[in-house]
């Protein structure tokens, strides 16, 4: 028969455990309300709030520090692809299985002016020029297009090599170029008023579905691949960096933390890992058991990572609990 003394000490070990379970579960915060796989995340420009996109056709906000749902944000016809904080904070933008970019002030929800692409396939990617005045799609099968933000007007149409589509486009920090990940396994540097390819960054071995310039160096770019691996570049010479290799399935989305120097994958294998960016070390691989890792985000401070899921929530990360 136990003591009393032993009782006690196994009560204890018990509680303990418990409350290491209980803090791992509240890492991470999990937030939910979308109905379909979330597609895309942000946080805006001041950290008080998480945007997402997901395939049930919504954007959603939602309150950084407490997970309550904010807004939710319709006018898209269309599984939502890619979303973002306009530069000076203050709208939401959004891409789609349509042919529209669309715009909803961040504090308010209230609609802005819809962009007409005139794209008839659908939209993969969204980047906004930085200066703010310019709106870059990736629309599949019909390569991509610079519109102006004021009135829609048309400034520029690429289309990508050897009959490839595009599924991400990004905007370079100085606006001359942007970056085009394409479906035959390149990113393309194109001149950003001209149409011309500048350089063509081989090394992936499946589509490029993802990328994001350094936020510390303009000439340094990031891919993530369906090779399940991510890379870094030089995209002013064209030439290859450093490749982060260690998911087992496709990588969806890659980010930068906001002093460059580390970096985040997500991939279909249900993971999300931090790597060093100079060294190109595994810090963290994050168990997100959510279906897949569709999209990540750091937080403006760098101790949050964002995960959208394919099981249709988002996971708050705090990366200084690790």
Not at 259 to 269: C, E, F, N, P, Y
Request: net charge negative; hydrophobic share 40%; glycine share 10%.
């Amino acid at each position: 028969m136990k003591s009393k003394r032993q009782h006690l000490v196994y009560w204890v070990i018990a509680t303990a455990l418990a409350v290491q379970t209980v803090q791992a579960q509240d890492n991470p915060r999990v937030l939910q309300g979308h109905g379909d796989q979330v597609s895309s995340v942000a946080v805006s420009l001041d950290g008080t709030k998480i945007v997402s996109g997901a395939w049930d056709n919504t954007v959603r906000i939602w309150d950084f520090a407490t997970g309550a749902l904010l807004n939710t944000l319709e006018g898209s016809t269309d599984w939502v692809t890619s979303v973002g904080v306009t530069a000076d904070g203050s709208q939401v933008y959004a891409g789609s299985w349509g042919s529209a970019v669309l715009f909803w002030d961040l504090a308010s929800g209230d609609p802005g002016p819809a962009i007409d692409t005139g794209a008839r396939t659908n939209i993969t990617s969204v980047s906004i020029s930085p200066d703010g005045t310019q709106v870059a799609t990736a629309q599949a099968t019909r390569g991509s297009k610079i519109q102006s933000i004021s009135d829609g007007s048309s400034l520029l149409s690429y289309r990508a090599p050897s009959r490839a589509s595009i599924w991400s486009i990004v905007f370079a920090p100085d606006g001359a170029t942007f970056a085009a990940g394409n479906t035959n396994d390149t990113i393309t540097i194109v001149d950003s008023a001209l149409g011309t390819e500048l350089q063509t960054l081989t090394g992936h071995e499946e589509n490029v579905v993802d990328l994001e310039y350094s936020p510390v160096d303009s000439t340094i770019l990031l891919s993530g691949s369906w090779d399940g691996t991510a890379k870094l570049w030089n995209a002013d010479d064209g030439s290859e960096l450093m490749t982060f290799e260690g998911h087992n399935k496709p990588v969806t989305s890659v980010a930068f933390s906001p002093d460059g120097s580390r970096i985040a994958t997500g991939s279909l294998d249900t993971t999300a890992k931090i790597w060093d960016t100079a060294t190109g070390t595994l810090l963290h691989t994050l168990e997100a058991k959510a279906g897949s890792v569709r999209a990540v985000a750091f937080s403006p401070d760098g101790n949050t990572l964002i995960t959208g899921n394919g099981n249709g929530t988002i996971q708050v990360w705090n990366l200084t609990e690790l």
